[in-house]
Structures are given as structure tokens and as C-alpha cells.
């Protein structure tokens, strides 16, 4: 995947990509700058950075209908989530005065019924609705939280708003019609009359039954005309009867019980076993889908709030940038240990002996960016004797290659990322340890913090294809990936490359290794210097630009997109600001591409 503008969606033509196109060094730069000859092309961008164009149009309309001027919207899925960001801006909002913030749900009009179909899918919106300068903090809690609507959600209930199907939930029913008076069932176009005493008649050949008229043959065609509207207008992709089939084989797979293609609609899933990912007695029920993998996060932490006392909870080891922000920002805060190192599990170890106490210690594995494992056979115990819980991100690893969950008692991932491959949904997932002792209290916690409805139906629809040859395409990604670094570990002018193989860690990622699971799809490396790396950067036939995990090799100035701001801060704990992270995707020709562009860095000159 090739010669990708500045701006446009990865993949190309995707109308709900998940990432952007950002091919060269500068152009990354410029959108940290927020320079407007970079952020004036961009037409989409990584949903919770950017705010999906859809999502802008919904939330537009909505405060022009319900607002007032100078207002601004943020779309959730659910009331509970526009609560919760609401509560956020209440608290970070530096005012002399409370902030005026209001929360407008909109669901499917009663009085409609016409829409009665619709009413599985849950359509619902709730729009946080706050003063436009309070925006940087209502985004804030979008990024962080990963509540945020999606953009298949905000499209369709953009369409249920614009015909009036979608109103706000407080809104009284309107008298029923008298049997003389039509029943209005959709749009006016798309009206459909009753029968003359308001009851509907059935037909058969054309003539009347239990003593009621036919409907007259316009009538039918209406009738037909209305079920049509309903399935262009608002079916497309979506076979409301398969969804929930769609979730049960998406946490099958996650379980690692489901790994062949089967039809949704005609076979039966398979049985869970005893024994799956490790464990004695997990079900289907312990394993959470949630609409981003962020979100996997969020929820996990809000549970674990609800279950222990709210103590600090721990980061271990250097990570993906909202993870550390949400255990900073919701609930006592957090301590970070960014090297992720024996001395520094010596360090915390010694907090404990002195009586710290911790709700939980979170980590990757391996690390993103460094690639680097965490010793977890050493947490497990130190969690077991000084009690605390262990939640850990596989979403590098992936369940394919590594299994965590023995040590874990949370397990979190980003289902957006290789399970899926196609860059073009999000997803999240969470797995409860049926052998945690906080299983029980963590379950009862769920009913709280979890709502089934925030994953967007279309969206589960979507995930669920891609993901139905995840375990062929990781096999694959895992020897493309051992190509790249060999040719990378070979060159003079790469000073380090990064790689659960090469990593001093990989002792610990051995102990979790699977008898067939590779080392992963995610590398990262440096070069001799920044001019070095530019030119390598700019020459790489790649995609390029935020995200990992697509079946396409896609590269980024990492640290620069992460940490721009805090590059120095990133530094301390050895991430160097000019380390290139690169996703490798299932091409044939990866070693002639990354030839090529070292090549071109061989071509720099240095003063």
C-alpha cells in the first residue's frame, strides 16, 4: 500500500478507516503543531484523536436543534457514559462558576411506530452538551475513556435524527390516533393507512379475512415501500438477527475455541472447554466486548474501583500513552515505573514490604514501544502475597503467540488492531480470571460499569468478519516481521532495533510463549542519527501513519506522535524521539521495500 496522500484515510477510500496518512517525517511534525497545511487535508484520523467528520455532523445538528449558540457536543453511546464525561468536565473545568453542562438523550420516538423494528438495536444517543471553550476538556475524557460514539453509530443515528425517528427521551407521547385518523409508520413519504377501524387486515389472494377490508392496492405498495425504506435506509450491512451471534464467535475466538470459518446464520458455536486459555472454567460471560480497546482499559479500572478500597494503582513498564493517563486522572492516581526492569520491581517490592498498599498493577505485554516484557511470573507472586490485582494489555503479544491469562487476573486487548486487520473497525475485549480471588467481586462490579449496548451492532458485524482469519494472518505477520528485523539488525546505520527476539526481556516473554506462537508483528528501531531517520522515514513505500495491528505494513515516528510533547520525558525512560515503530502486514516484498529505504538513508550526507 503505496503512494497514500497526506490526509486521506488508511486504507484509502475507507469511510470509517481507522487510520491516516502522514508520509513523511515533516507532515508528522506539522500535525503535532497543528499546522493547518497538515490538519486541513486530514479527512479522517485515529477515532479518539480525532473526532470522525459523521460524528461532527450529528453533534452539530443536535445542539442547532436542541442547543442554544456557543454551545458545543459530545456523542456517547449511553446515558451512564455522558454522565460520567459530564462529571469529568465538572471537576477539570477551572471556573469561578459551575460550568454549564447538560446531558440530552436522544432515543427512538415512541409515538413512532414505524420504528419498532429498529428498537433491538438500541439507536440511542446521549449528547454532552457544554460551552465551546470547554471543548479541550470534553476531549480529554473522549480520548482518555474510549466511551466516545462510534462513527457507523453516529451515521445511522444521524439518518433515524434527520427523519425524526430520533428524539429527546424526555419527550411526552403524543395521543394516540383515533381509529378514523392514519397511522403514521415513517417518513411522510413513506406512510402506510390502516384498516377503517385502525386495526391492520390480513389478506390472502387479494381478498379480505375475519370480515376486514383488504387494503387497497396503492396501500400494499405502500406497505412494501416501507419495508424497503427501513432496509436501504437503514439495514445496509446490518443483519440485526446475526449480532448477537457475531459477539458469542468474536469471544469464542478470543477463548481460543473458535478457529475455523462457520456460518452465523446455520451452525452452531462450539463449546467452550474446560481448560480454554489456560484456565479452569472460563465462559463465554467472562469475556466483555467493548466499542475500543481503550475502553477495555477504562472499564477495567472503573470496575476495579468499585471492588477494592481506591487505592493508587501501579503502571509498570513504559506505555501506550492513555493508559498512564487514565490511572493519573480517574480515581487516586498512580505510580509509574517506566523502565519496566527487575530493579524496579525490586523498588516496588520494597514499597510493599514497607505497607503500601495498591488497587492494581496494569502493563503490556510486550511494551509498546520498546517492545520489552515484564517479568510476570515475579508480579503474579508479589500480587498474591501483598494483594493487589494484575490486569494485563496482550494486545501486542496477542493471544496467537503469548497466554497470559494464568497471571493475569484481567486480561485486556485492542481488538481493532491484528484481530481484525482490515483498519476499518474499532473493538475492544476484557477476560475475567475465573481463578482471580477478585472474580466475584469484579463480575458483581461489571453489572455497574459495563453496558452491553455502548458496542455498536454494525460495528460487532464488522469485527466479526475480519476477525475470521486472524490466526493464518498473525502466523504470517510473525515471520514478516523476523525478516525486517534481520535485515535491520544487519545494517551499519541501525543503531538498535527493538524486538521481543533481540530484547534483553526475552527470557520473560519465552515463559509465556505458546509451542506455535511467534514474536509478534510490532518492531521499532533507531538510527545513527535524526537526518538518517528522516530519510529512511521518507522513503518507506509504506502506509504511514497512527495505529498498528493492519494486515498492511504500517510505520510511524512513534514518539513523535505519542509524546510530543513530553519528548524529553520520554527520553529518561530510553525513548528515543527519533525511534521509528513499524506494523508489519502480510506483503511479499518487505525486504526489497526496507532495502530501498536504507538505501536512501545510506544516500544522506552529514555536515
Known amino acids: 500500500m503505496t503512494s497514500i496522500d497526506l490526509g486521506d484515510s488508511i486504507p484509502p477510500n475507507t469511510a470509517h478507516a481507522v487510520s491516516v496518512s502522514l508520509p513523511t517525517w515533516k507532515a508528522n511534525v506539522g500535525y503535532e503543531e497543528g499546522e493547518q497545511w497538515v490538519l486541513g487535508t486530514m479527512i479522517t484520523g ?52 459551575p460550568v454549564d453542562v447538560s446531558i440530552l438523550s436522544l432515543v427512538l420516538d415512541p409515538t413512532k411506530e414505524f420504528a419498532e423494528p429498529l428498537r433491538s438495536l438500541s439507536p440511542s444517543i446521549s449528547a454532552v452538551v ?43 407521547p403524543s395521543p394516540r390516533s383515533s381509529p378514523q385518523q392514519k397511522l403514521r409508520r415513517g417518513p411522510k413519504r413513506y406512510q402506510r393507512g390502516a384498516s377503517i377501524d385502525g386495526i391492520e387486515a390480513t389478506t390472502t389472494n387479494g381478498h379480505s379475512t375475519n370480515g376486514k377490508l383488504s387494503p387497497p392496492p396503492e396501500e400494499e405498495a405502500d406497505s412494501i415501500e416501507s419495508s424497503r425504506f427501513l432496509e436501504e435506509r437503514y439495514g445496509r ?13 468474536i469471544r469464542r475466538r478470543i477463548a481460543g475455541v473458535l478457529t475455523t470459518d462457520l456460518d452465523l446464520a446455520s451452525k452452531s458455536l462450539p463449546v467452550m472447554e474446560s481448560n480454554a486459555r489456560g484456565v479452569s472454567n472460563l465462559q463465554e460471560h467472562d469475556i466483555y466486548l467493548t ?81 520489552t516484557c515484564p517479568d510476570l511470573a515475579r508480579i503474579r507472586q508479589l500480587a498474591d502475597t501483598y494483594d493487589f490485582a494484575v490486569v494485563i494489555d496482550e494486545t501486542i503479544g496477542n493471544f496467537v503467540n503469548v497466554n497470559v491469562l494464568p497471571l493475569a487476573d484481567v486480561v485486556v486487548s485492542s481488538l481493532t488492531k491484528i ?45 466479526e468478519r475480519n476477525s475470521r482469519d486472524f490466526i493464518t494472518r498473525i502466523d504470517r505477520v510473525n515471520a ?7 535485515a535491520l539488525e544487519a545494517h551499519p546505520l541501525v543503531t538498535k532495533v527493538y524486538y521481543p527476539k533481540y530484547n534483553e526481556s526475552r527470557p520473560n516473554y519465552e515463559a509465556r510463549r505458546l509451542p506455535n506462537g511467534g514474536y509478534g508483528g510490532l518492531l521499532s528501531c533507531t538510527l545513527k542519527t535524526k537526518a538518517h531517520t528522516v530519510a529512511f522515514y521518507d522513503a518507506l513505500e509504506t502506509a504511514k501513519g497512527p495505529s498498528l495491528g493492519t494486515n498492511f505494513t504500517l510505520t510511524s515516528p512513534y514518539v513523535i506522535l505519542a509524546h510530543y510533547q513530553e519528548l524529553d520525558w520520554a527520553a529518561s525512560f530510553g525513548v528515543d524521539p527519533n525511534l521509528i515503530r513499524i506494523s508489519v502486514g502480510l506483503e511479499d ?19
Open 237 to 249: 450491512n446490518l443483519d440485526v438477527s446475526l449480532v448477537e451471534n457475531a459477539k458469542s464467535a
Open 419 to 463: 484481530f481484525s486487520g482490515d483498519c476499518n473497525v474499532m473493538g475492544g475485549s476484557i477476560i475475567l480470571n475465573p481463578g482471580s480471588r477478585y472474580y466475584g467481586a469484579l463480575k458483581s462490579a461489571m453489572t455497574d460499569v459495563f453496558e452491553e449496548t455502548a458496542y455498536w451492532a454494525e460495528d460487532v458485524v464488522f469485527m
Open 291 to 371: 466499542p475500543c480497546g481503550m475502553n477495555a482499559i477504562f472499564t477495567t479500572h472503573q470496575a476495579l474501583l468499585k471492588t477494592r478500597p481506591p487505592e493508587k494503582s501501579v503502571n509498570f513498564g513504559f506505555p501506550y500513552v492513555d493508559t498512564l493517563k487514565i490511572l493519573q486522572k480517574f480515581g487516586p492516581g498512580s505510580i509509574f515505573y517506566g523502565h519496566g526492569s527487575a530493579a524496579d520491581l525490586d523498588n516496588f517490592e520494597a514499597r510493599l514490604r514497607a505497607g503500601e498498599k495498591f488497587l492494581a498493577l496494569f502493563c503490556e505485554f510486550p511494551g509498546n514501544p520498546l517492545l
Open 480 to 486: 514478516n516481521a523476523e525478516v525486517i528485523c534481520d
Open 130 to 172: 457544554f460551552p465551546q471553550d470547554i471543548f479541550p476538556i470534553a476531549k480529554q475524557y473522549w480520548q482518555h475513556s474510549g466511551d466516545g460514539v462510534s462513527s457507523r453509530r453516529a451515521e445511522f443515528c444521524h439518518g433515524l435524527f434527520r427523519d425524526g425517528l430520533l428524539v429527546l427521551g424526555n419527550r411526552s
Open 46 to 97: 485515529y477515532p479518539r484523536f480525532f473526532i470522525h467528520k459523521a460524528i461532527q455532523a450529528l453533534g452539530a445538528d443536535i445542539v442547532a436543534k436542541h442547543g442554544r449558540p456557543g454551545q458545543s457536543a459530545m456523542l456517547f453511546p449511553t446515558r451512564r457514559a455522558a454522565q460520567r464525561c459530564a462529571d469529568f468536565i465538572r471537576d477539570k473545568a477551572e471556573q469561578p462558576s
Open 589 to 607: 516484498n518487505l525486504g526489497e521495500i526496507f532495502a530501498k529505504a536504507l538505501q536512501a538513508a545510506e544516500k544522506v550526507e552529514l555536515s
